[in-house]
């Protein structure tokens, strides 16, 4: 019996886990995981029983403790002789960890290869140890370690000697790049009375971490240097249609200090909009409607955000170009030549500002004017107007304005062909502590590093080489990976066959993810391997059922949930959007209303995140099947059909837009481009099918170097109109969302600005490019009949789908 006993949270807030002093037979065990249902609140680890007891909030529990006590769960209670609370946190491992059910068909294996992959994917599922991420998890948030500074170095050195351990080739990978630091951060309320605004965060008493001194001020990356005083006025989330809404209501912006929540775009697009209406600064605060008291108990109590917490982040311009703001296009090496700031297009304009909802309640009590729109309204206890003034504040922001030092990590482990790579990554920087934005991907890769690094030790040497890349300066604005790839461009064309994105990878237990449409049918069969910590039953079940449960169920009960479309704000945009790499990215969400503040920290994480790191394991599941399907494959395992119905799909609707608009534009060539893709892709997957079982290694490397090309056949080489580092014809960040993408966005948002000459030249250049990505199909189709006359009726691929 242990003596040393520290109390732990919970399963969930309010419970803390009762261990039976108690080893239960196998027979018990069984009966424990057949009637799993009924004892949610349960788990076994080795033989030992334990389940959650409503008790006090664990963050109000100050000391370890020791309590005798009689406990009755169910008929289980006849087994429990006596009850202690003790430690039983990240290394319990959830009970449902049974070996993936048996997938019908693998997607692009041969049915004599079919066998051994299953078996090393059953071997690779068995690996993961929720407590070997936990203490990646716990040492990667031990300091505030954001880009630029001593300590995101040593993260990266942190990673580097993890992965070497694994057995990975792994090196630092240095960029210079333009990173200012704030020097001064000034705020006050001047008019009607004096208030000092921009306070720091509160440190709670339960989470250590808060009381630290060296976490950055609240700021926002590429605000200028300046001072300003003015009026506010109050412009909600400061979108298009808010500022139209106060042309209507005659309330002026210009000259004046604008007020705008945080929420539905890129803080980088409000600070933009802020600009062209001619504000003088933007504030941006967090409304507690949004992420704070009104949606749910604040931290340390509940998961939301604290009155004083501060949503920090960058305003860089991303969606004109990400990464260095005085390299675009390419890497900011030593040497490179560099643009003067003043010239760089992607920098912002006029100093912006975050704050805490506390702040933002001192400005808003002093607004006057006329009282805001019903559905303005926030969630803060006053009732808000639109000003202009009284409140007036003073503004005053200095920013170090220097280039600094970032580091990747890039990763290895080789494979028989090393011109094929299979990449995954995450950023490793952090705005503070960062458990759940990024930590909790990184120590998933670390995790999946280690796993891999365990079956190549036993022998397993993967088909195509793994490359694992941990981005610096994500935050900034996705500096490390998009130098990166734009050094590696050439290369990455040959070789690259995916990228798999694992950023803020865990604050839940709700399955999310976006991909690329080719990589879809990909992810869903991986998810029907991999199980759910908590129900025990396959993911992509629970996921579905989780989907149909928060809104209408789409047509057809059985149809696949929704992955959604890559706009931008992580790290695969450049392998994505400038570089045509197909890419995908996923994970477990839930109740999240700490991001970029000082409360996301590994108290957090361990109270409402992941407490016992059961979802990350199952993360490092899921992502290590996709990548060994990814690296293993016989014939790639990209799905072209599914594309084609999406770009149809989103080609009917710029018809649409175009008949509403008026427009004089003839979309019949980009409509007949997209029916040839389709049927090019329809024929493809047909004669794939029958080439998978082909025994001729030539021929299916050919023919997978065809299945990669068809990705950059959608890029436009000169890139979209007015910004050319984004080069992918269907897809793009939205310029007035940032975040969400944009479906064939060359052409749609010239039709919306109403600028009929370039929608022309972007549907010309969309149409070729959808014709380019038909040849290639075509080709891979011509390349897969080949010697394969008369083929009998085809062998699926992957399992059925229902797609539609
Ligand atoms: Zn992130």
Redesign the pocket.
């Known amino acids: 019996m242990s003596t040393r006993i520290t109390v732990p949270p919970g399963p969930r807030p309010g419970l803390r886990w009762i261990a039976f002093k108690l080893r239960l037979s196998g027979a018990q065990v069984k009966e424990f995981r057949d009637r799993k249902r009924q004892f949610a609140d349960c788990m076994l680890r080795s033989g030992v029983l334990a389940c959650a007891s409503a008790t006090v909030h664990p963050a109000t529990v100050k000391e370890p403790q020791v309590r005798l006590q009689r406990h009755r769960h169910g008929t289980l209670a006849a087994y429990a002789l006596l009850a202690l609370l003790m430690a039983f946190g990240p290394l319990a491992r959830p009970v449902a960890q049974q070996p993936a059910p048996a997938t019908p068909a693998l997607r692009g294996f041969s049915t004599s290869r079919a066998a051994a992959q299953m078996a090393l994917e059953q071997h690779l599922q068995r690996l993961p140890d929720p407590a070997s991420i936990e203490g990646h998890l716990r040492a990667l948030t031990a300091a505030p370690h954001m880009a630029g500074t001593p300590a995101s170095r040593r993260v990266a050195e942190y990673i580097r000697d993890a992965l070497r351990s694994y057995g990975w080739q792994a090196e630092l990978v240095g960029y210079r790049a333009w990173l200012p630091q704030p020097v001064e951060v000034h705020l006050e309320l001047v008019a009607p009375r004096a208030v000092l605004l921009a306070r720091p965060e509160e440190p709670v008493e339960e989470d250590a971490a808060s009381f630290r001194t060296d976490v950055v001020a609240g700021f926002n990356a590429y605000s200028p240097s300046a001072e300003v005083e003015a009026e506010v006025v109050y412009v909600h989330y400061g979108l298009p249609e808010d500022y139209a809404r106060l042309r209507r209501l005659g309330v002026a912006v210009e000259g004046r200090v604008v007020l705008a929540r945080y929420g539905r775009s890129f803080r980088g697009v409000k600070a933009r909009l802020a600009e062209e209406n001619g504000a003088a600064g933007l504030i941006l605060y967090s409304d507690p409607a949004d992420d704070g008291y009104a949606a749910g108990d604040v931290y340390p109590r509940g998961p939301y955000r604290p009155g004083s917490g501060i949503q920090r982040g960058s305003i860089l311009y991303i969606f004109r170009y990400p990464g260095d703001p005085l390299t675009p296009g390419i890497a900011a090496t030593a040497g490179a030549p560099r643009l003067a700031p003043a010239a760089a297009a992607s920098l912002p304009r006029i100093p912006t500002l975050p704050v805490a909802a506390r702040d933002a309640a001192d400005i808003l009590a002093h607004l006057g004017g006329p009282r805001v729109p019903r559905e303005w309204q926030g969630g803060l206890p006053l009732t808000y107007h639109l000003g202009p003034g009284p409140a007036t504040v003073r503004m005053r922001l200095r920013m170090d304005e220097q280039q600094r030092d970032v580091w990747n990590v890039i990763a290895h482990l080789a494979g028989q062909q090393d011109d094929e790579w299979v990449l995954a990554g995450?950023?490793h920087d952090?705005w503070a502590f960062?458990a759940v934005?990024?930590s909790s991907?990184t120590a998933v890769l670390l995790e999946l590093a280690r796993v891999l690094g365990e079956l190549a030790r036993n022998g397993w040497l993967p088909r195509r080489t793994l490359q694992i890349g941990f981005w610096d300066a994500?935050?900034y604005g996705l500096i490390g990976s998009v130098e990166w790839v734009e050094q590696r461009r050439a290369e990455l064309a040959q070789k690259a066959v995916a990228y798999l994105n694992l950023?803020?990878a865990v604050s839940g237990s709700r399955f999310g993810a976006s991909a690329t449409p080719s990589l879809r049918a990909l992810l869903y069969e991986a998810t029907q391997a991999v199980v759910d910590p908590r129900s025990g039953r396959p993911l992509d079940e629970v996921w579905r059922e989780q989907q149909s449960a928060s809104g209408p169920v789409p047509a057809g009960a059985d149809a696949n949930p929704p992955v959604g479309w890559l706009g931008s704000?992580?790290d695969y945009t450049p392998f994505f959007h400038h570089a045509g790499i197909a890419a995908l990215d996923f994970g477990f969400s839930g109740d999240y209303g700490v991001y970029h503040s000082i409360y996301d920290s590994y108290q957090w994480m361990r109270w409402f995140g992941d407490p016992d790191f059961a979802y990350h394991a199952a993360l490092v599941r899921l992502a290590g099947v996709v990548l060994l399907r990814l690296s293993e494959a016989d014939l790639l395992p990209l799905d072209f059909p599914t594309y084609a119905a999406e770009v149809q799909k989103a080609a009917g609707a710029l018809s649409a837009l175009v008949r509403q608009r008026r427009a004089p534009l003839d979309l019949a060539p980009v409509t007949a481009a997209a029916a040839a893709f389709a049927d090019a892709a329809a024929r493809a997957d047909r004669a794939l099918r029958a080439a998978v079982e082909t025994p001729d290694a030539g021929r299916r490397a050919a023919i997978n170097r065809l299945l990669r090309s068809v990705e950059q056949a959608l890029l436009h080489s000169e890139g979209l109109a007015g910004r050319p580092w984004y080069r992918h014809t269907v897809f793009a960040p939205g310029t007035d969302t940032g975040y969400a993408a944009v479906l064939l966005p060359g052409v749609r948002e010239a039709l919306e600005r109403g600028d009929w000459a370039t929608a022309r030249r972007e549907a010309a250049a969309l149409a070729a490019a959808l014709e380019r990505a038909a040849a290639r199909l075509d080709e891979v189709s011509r390349l897969a009949a080949a010697e394969q006359p008369a083929a009998p009726a085809p062998v699926p691929v992957g399992a059925s789908l229902g797609r539609r």
């Open positions: 995450n950023h952090a960062g934005d990024p991907g994500e935050e950023d803020s704000g992580s």
